[in-house]
């Protein structure tokens, strides 16, 4: 008995330190008793009728009314009905989502506000998207604007950060009432490889780098209307004085896309010199080189830019597609390309002197030594250096309809 003892002793020792450390979640807090904030609007301070209503019975604190935030949470009693059968989006269904905003002069403050109007603690680690009316980013710096973000072990870096026209608020409500608007936001974003006008995401860990770096660079733009929203151009943002200075709209960021050479997908659309006939080419692929040269103290660029895709819409159909038709269609691809590429370079070379497009880096990865006295003025260095650009583009398939 003793030797059996013995032998089960060791096992036994081991489930023992098993328990012990299988202690269960003893620090966890329950999902549904957590105020789930998925978005976060910026705009310039306004209180609404809710805290004007509330400052008339005593609940407010010192501050000064200089931005709005507005909190988007999960409506968890929507979530709850949904699981039951009885949300949706038919009449009287509840929204997915619940907008809260608060006024005040510190970001932390207002959000500790905003937890005295919620019966659930406001928990970030999962917020989507911060958005940023126009206003605001013309008047305060955005690396002052969003240090709280950046210091917050909370909030992942991994957060989209858009600009928007308007009020931001109103990006964070949808007309339908089963989806949560931080979520659209970030699926628009996805669409990049079917539309040249959207830009690669603009992370909190990507903006960092940005502000760090002293250079210019764009926020992706959304536009709302009516419970609608869409991605619509970008903000520029001045690297010295990290403050907004201008927009480019949907043609001109289109046209920072193919000096990039970062569209995954896209569709020209242009007009036959000949028939006068629409026609419409889909991108399949973007190449392109930004050269810089230097002559002296005469700093210049050519851009060289190269792109395949389909012939896939064309209103002409009395010629047929035979090799010369579609050279002078590549031709007439090629001619609108580089419109769109000329409008967007005279808007940051000499509207706005802020390079957004990426020729910075590629001055400083050619001549390092030269970019080092450059660099602290680059902007106004841009702006008076001469560039050239090309575009070859290749239709590589055109469908099985043939004219005769």
């Not at 306004?46 to 909190?71: A, C, Q, R, V």
């Not at 680690?125 to 210091?151: A, C, G, N």
Request: charged share 25%; proline share 2%; glycine share 8%.
């Amino acid at each position: 008995m003793k030797s059996k003892l013995k032998r089960q002793l060791p096992a036994m020792v081991i489930v023992c330190l098993l328990m012990i450390c299988v202690t269960g979640c003893w620090s966890s807090r329950e999902i549904e008793d957590l105020g789930l904030t998925f978005a976060i609007a910026i705009d310039k301070g306004k209180e609404t009728n809710t805290e004007k209503e509330l400052k008339e019975e005593g609940g407010s604190y010192p501050k000064k009314d200089n931005i709005t935030l507005t909190y988007q949470f999960v409506n968890e009693k929507a979530a709850g009905a949904g699981t039951s059968g009885g949300g949706g989006s038919g009449q009287g269904a509840q929204k997915a989502y619940i907008n809260i905003s608060e006024t005040g002069d510190s970001l932390q403050q207002i959000g500790s506000e905003v937890a005295l109007r919620r019966d659930r603690e406001v928990f970030s680690p999962h917020l989507k998207v911060v958005v940023m009316s126009e206003d605001v980013l013309h008047t305060f710096p955005i690396d002052e604007m969003l240090d709280q973000f950046f210091r917050d072990n909370e909030i992942r870096l991994s957060c989209l950060v858009l600009s928007a026209k308007g009020e931001a608020r109103d990006a964070l409500q949808l007309k339908e009432n089963g989806e949560i608007p931080a979520f659209r936001l970030i699926g628009l974003g996805e669409n990049e490889h079917k539309v040249s006008r959207i830009l690669p995401p603009m992370t909190l860990a990507k903006l960092i780098g940005k502000l760090h770096s002293g250079s210019s660079f764009l926020l992706q733009n959304v536009v709302a209307a009516n419970g609608a929203v869409k991605y619509s151009g970008a903000a520029v943002i001045n690297g010295k004085s990290k403050k907004m200075i201008g927009t480019l709209n949907e043609y001109e960021t289109e046209g920072i896309t193919w000096i990039r050479g970062e569209g995954k997908g896209g569709v020209v659309k242009s007009h036959d010199k000949k028939s006068q006939q629409t026609l419409a080419y889909d991108i399949n692929k973007i190449k392109s080189k930004i050269q810089p040269i230097v002559k002296g103290k005469d700093i210049s660029f050519h851009v060289d830019i190269e792109s395949e895709g389909d012939l896939v819409e064309n209103w002409n159909t009395k010629e047929a597609l035979d090799t010369q038709f579609i050279d002078r269609l590549e031709t007439t691809i090629e001619n609108e390309v580089k419109k769109i590429v000329g409008q967007v370079l005279k808007k940051i070379q000499h509207d706005y002197k802020a390079d957004v497009a990426g020729f910075d880096e590629s001055f400083r990865l050619t001549y390092p030594h030269l970019w080092k006295r450059v660099k602290n003025n680059w902007d106004d260095t841009f702006s008076k250096a001469d560039i050239t650009y090309s575009v070859n583009v290749t239709i590589t398939h055109y469908g099985t309809v043939k004219t005769q």
